[in-house]
Nanobody, 130 residues
Framework: QVQLVESGGGLVQAGGSLRLSCVAS????????MGWFRQTLGKDREFVGA????????YYADSVKGRFTISRDNAKNTVYLQMNSLKPEDTAVYTC???????????????????????WGQGTQVTVSS
């Protein structure tokens, strides 16, 4: 079982930027793809993006493509979500997740889903004011 701890959430004005971090512990971080999801009250959890185990491939939801960037530092067991040009509709609790199986890659972003991930962080609130 892997433990995940997010940080970096907060309040930002529309058009601003935030960087979320997620530190993992409990297993070999570099073997597993990592994902970011978000959820607002009353809505289903939404896939934001993911990064392959090697860091060479990234995947994004259409709603964040071109504004958000996922990266990872395997030496620090950390995955990042850089969010630029934030919009009020980006307001949500953001949660990082670790893939269930190692060395997982996908052909395209739309193939990633919650069932690919087996460990979840506690979430961090991001609020974007208009």
């Amino acid at each position: 079982q892997v433990q995940l701890v997010e940080s970096g959430g907060g309040l930002v004005q529309a058009g601003g930027s935030l960087r979320l971090s997620c530190v993992a512990s409990g297993r070999t971080f570099s073997n597993y793809a990592m994902g970011w999801f978000r959820q607002t009250l009353g809505k289903d959890r939404e896939f934001v993006g993911a990064i392959g185990w090697s860091g060479g491939t990234t995947y994004y939801a259409d709603s964040v493509k071109g504004r958000f960037t996922i990266s990872r530092d395997n030496a620090k067991n950390t995955v990042y979500l850089q969010m630029n040009s934030l919009k009020p509709e980006d307001t949500a609790v953001y949660t990082c997740a670790a893939a269930k199986a190692p060395w997982r890659e996908k052909l395209r972003s739309s193939l990633w889903g919650e069932t690919d991930f087996g460990s979840w962080g506690q979430g961090t609130q991001v609020t974007v004011s208009s």
